[in-house]
């Protein structure tokens, strides 16, 4: 996924709490209670310059304020490194390009997220011969945050915890072990935290993401998780969905070459795929309830449907306990 794609699937989710954190003084103006509505799609249609290079996140969201009026937020994310001279003449390009196309009110909002503590966007402007225009739109920048690490750490906000891992993965560029012992802490910290399972496995998505790790290293740390009994309890991991798919990979690629042949590469492709499919409902029942029945690692290690194999590790987050999943198991097999 583009780096572009982890900001909009944990803004899609999470936005009341993102403006709680970076916009408060927005955030009080918004009627919550009526939810949102992501228009992303009709802002892609607005950007008709096609521009290149410099990489930002857009995202358009309706919403409704306290006083019944509509209004539509467009948030900015500037996720370069650096600064950029002609940002303050995009957010001022997009903003009346919606309101000449949605005639309503417009709030244009930015959150940088680059390491420049000198860069300070946050007005557009020009004038020639009486002709004038000065446009301002707030501003949030990550960096400010450092000050308010503690408070980070003691907030229930699910982005305060995702500001600390992007101002983590900063600070510790050059020390892979600091950001490692970090990063475990951190995804403990995840699962604790009270959130649905779909909002866990998008933040644990968001902090894989920016918190990357050498790749041994990373395989050392997700280990640790697995052989905690402390983690063995939590609900869901999905990093066992990105280390199972390289192992699948590597088992089919092996089995392929070692038979030389395109057919024997298809077939050791298709053996890795349904070895790590039986093996990641394992790893999901150990890590949830400790222990797995020999009977239930043998009927799920026997199963040659990769599509069955994809339903039984659904099956294996959602049961309640062990024996429950033990039960759909034997259904399912016999049908």
Known sequence: MAEDGFWKEVLDVFFEDFMALFFPQEHAGIDWKVGF??????????????????????????????????????????????????FSRRMWTYHYRIIDRYRCGVASLALLADSDVSWRPGIYGHKLWGCELTFRYPTAKLLDFQVRADELRSSKNPFALLTLALLKAQETAN??????????????????????????????KFMDWAVRLPEELDRQLHTLLANSEEDKKMAYVTSFERIGLERGMEKGLKQGLEKG??????????????????????????????????????????????????????????????????ALLEQWVKR
């Not at 990489?55 to 304020?65: A, G, S, T, Y």
């Not at 009977?295 to 026997?302: D, I, L, M, P």
Request: proline share 1%; net charge positive.
């Open 175 to 204: 020390d892979m072990s600091e950001r490692g012992r970090w990063k475990l802490q951190a995804m403990r910290s995840l699962y604790r935290f009270g959130a649905s399972r779909k909002e866990t496995r998008q933040l644990l």
């Open 261 to 326: 042949m395109k057919q024997g590469l298809e077939q050791g492709l298709e053996q890795g795929r349904l070895q790590v499919a039986q093996e990641n409902i394992l790893d999901v029942l150990v890590l949830r309830f400790g222990s797995v029945p020999q009977s239930v690692q043998n009927t799920v290690t026997a199963q040659k449907d990769i599509a069955l194999c994809k339903e039984l590790h659904r099956a294996s987050i959602r049961t309640a306990t062990v024996a429950e999943f033990a």
């Open 37 to 86: 509505n992501v228009r992303d799609k009709e802002l892609s249609k607005l950007n008709r310059d096609n521009e290149t290079g410099t990489r930002f996140v857009d995202k358009l969201i309706e919403v409704r304020r306290l006083d019944g009026d509509q209004a539509l937020v467009l948030v900015h994310v500037e996720i370069q490194s650096r600064a950029d001279s002609d």
